[in-house]
């Protein structure tokens, strides 16, 4: 392990990301657009990887959990019940000199002022209290005191369907979703109606979602477009305490099964509250890289306000009749809701390790087997030796059928070896002149570069029992 402290700075992730074809900005060659990313070939794979490890533990091992797609545009009305349209908003300040725009609740955290979900008009007051004790908030950028009052700014994405699409009227104003849940709640009754599903159960869902961010920094931390994995889990609230506990339990312990350490998670308790929750908790994850613990994800209590605001916009019945004691009454929802690229910072982050070796650094990334982009890699040990290249390619497309395989020829053995560990290869697979004999390969392990003679023939047996 690197001797230098914070060794994992968001520089060298970033810049990782992007040689090693993970994560690039988008529109480079326009000059870039601001807080959006593109995911290269090994981002994808983790990505994917990331989101079936979720999907695995949230709806496939479970009975009481269905899957959902909903579209992303949605009638406008959803948003209107569920309160987006009026109040989902963060407190924008300006700088009047270089026009920096900043959040005015993130300010008032660095006066360690907990400021989270704060009305304008509250931050506003604080600003107004601080300015009292001299003490007088400065531009993050360029340091002037020049700055406007916090005023709200929409987080909604306005877009247009339907004819005509030239101008924005009434008529004709969607909005990208900003958040998962919406489809979730507006299919709660198709679900109940057409499947096999009692309450309690849950409906999960994975899918984009935008918020015209006012900050948009810390790389793929907070971005304009990005992904949700949300369930929301229905039911009676006599059992809601129970149930979140339970929840609770769950989530953590998929970070832990998954490779972070339990030092770099924590709970987070929300001490405001909407009117409608009795209990609030985000995970956060401790981002080193960009300053410390921040929010990874939220397991929150919800009452019954979701499905009452969309019966009462909506006029239909979504209530539920017990089927033993048929008490009618709306379903209550616990909400576990993350973003999939945030988490894939914090596997990222998690996994990013600097090892000293022969007096150079060794870059790794030590991601769980089953996160990992590439499962083997599989070299011949020189290019130029037709027996070596056609063996090699022989068990490429053996292993390929069954795992995510990387065949490579290019350059010496030792630079490949360190490319895959970049990319967090478990195994790399190399065939040499012994093979031709013996039929036989050396197997390498990322992590202890340790190498073992394993016999072709029994190689799938021992990836199935190592992978
Ligand atoms: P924050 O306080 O960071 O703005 P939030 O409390 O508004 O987030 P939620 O609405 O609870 O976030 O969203 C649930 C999850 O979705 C978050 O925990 C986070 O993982 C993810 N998320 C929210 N906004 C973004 C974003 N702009 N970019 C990436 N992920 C996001």
Redesign the pocket.
Known sequence: MSNVKNYKTLEKIVSLCKRRGFIFPSSEIYGGFSAVYDYGPYGIELKNNLSCAWWKEIVQKREDVVGLDSGIFMHPTTWKASGHLDSFDDPQIDCKDCKARMRGDHMLEEFNINA?KMKTEDINKKIKKLKEKNIILKCKNCGSKNLTQAKNFSLMVKSNLGSPTDVLSEDNIVYLRP?TCGGIYLNYKNILDSTRVKIPFGIAQIGK?F?N?IV?RQF?????E?E?MEMQYFLHPKIIQEKYNEWKKIRWNFYINYGIKEENLRWLKHEKLAHYAAEAY?IEYNFNALGGF?????I?QRGDWDLSQHQKFSGIKLDYTDPITHEKYIPHIIET???L???LLAFMHEAYTEETVNKETRVILKFDKRLAPIKIAIFPLLKNKLELVKKAREIYNNLKLEYMCEFDDNGNIGKRYRRQDEIGTPYCVTVDFDSLEKNDVTVRDRDTMKQERIKIENLKKWLKENL
């Open positions: 989270d958040e979602a918020r961010e948009a793929i931390f907070r971005t304009r990005f949700q985000d921040k929010e990874l994800e939220g929150h809701s993350v973003g690229n945030r988490m």
